[in-house]
């Protein structure tokens, strides 16, 4: 009965070390890429915001592409930068959900921007894709912050479908609401990240 107790306990101090492992490696390069994206998106959706109301051209629009391709070539820039390490299963996972994440939402701008008559904004597909992938990264990792910040776009993302069908087709105001989101959701992400590494760094050091 001792060895059975044991080995749960065993493999409980493994889970939690595995959790912990990625948590770090995602602080040591995701969280700044977390930061750079947030930022990146919020500047673009307030610079679209001012010359959207300043020429009243729906051109502009367009300057998410090239942003996406700029945010794009800076992560891969930064990636080949990174020192090498040993990914785990949940590392890779995460990975591949945040890459097919920015794939399906400049696929869904692309179409959507397309269509003379926008059906919906297209913020409105990429809001809800960054809220499932800050939930599933905050589960993986049991980080708080970004389940709670998944949980606060979705009313945002509400909001702007609401806008786009009620004050179409003009709802500029959907790009200050994105804005926001990013910063609450990508940014901020980033930031808690850094500060629970350093918590599980300082609680590692109290239990040696």
Not at 62 to 83: D, F, I, S
Not at 146 to 172: E, K, V, Y
Not at 177 to 184: E, I, R, W
Request: with cysteine.
């Amino acid at each position: 009965m001792d060895n059975k107790n044991f080995n749960a306990d065993q493999s409980i101090e493994l889970i939690q070390r595995m959790i912990r492992d990625t948590r770090r490696n995602l602080s040591s390069g995701s969280s700044n890429l977390f930061i750079l994206w947030g930022y990146l998106l919020a500047a673009t959706a307030v610079g679209i915001f001012f010359l959207l109301t300043f020429t009243d051209s729906r051109a502009w629009q367009w300057l998410w592409l090239p942003a996406l391709a700029a945010g794009w070539a800076a992560t891969w820039w930064y990636n080949r930068r990174r020192v090498s390490q040993v990914k785990s299963y949940t590392d890779r996972l995460l990975e591949q959900v945040w890459g097919c994440i920015a794939g399906l939402a400049a696929f869904s701008t692309f179409v959507i921007c397309m269509e003379r008559e926008w059906p919906v904004d297209p913020l409105f597909p990429v809001l809800l894709l960054i809220s499932a992938g800050l939930f599933i990264s905050g589960t993986v990792i049991h980080n708080k912050y970004m389940r709670i910040a998944s949980a606060f776009l979705l009313p945002i993302s509400i909001g702007i479908i609401r806008n786009t069908w009620f004050n179409h087709p003009n709802p500029d105001g959907n790009l200050i609401l994105f804005a926001v989101a990013v910063l609450v959701g990508l940014a901020g992400s980033g930031y808690a990240l850094k500060r629970q590494v350093k918590r599980d760094a300082a609680e590692a050091s109290e239990n040696r």
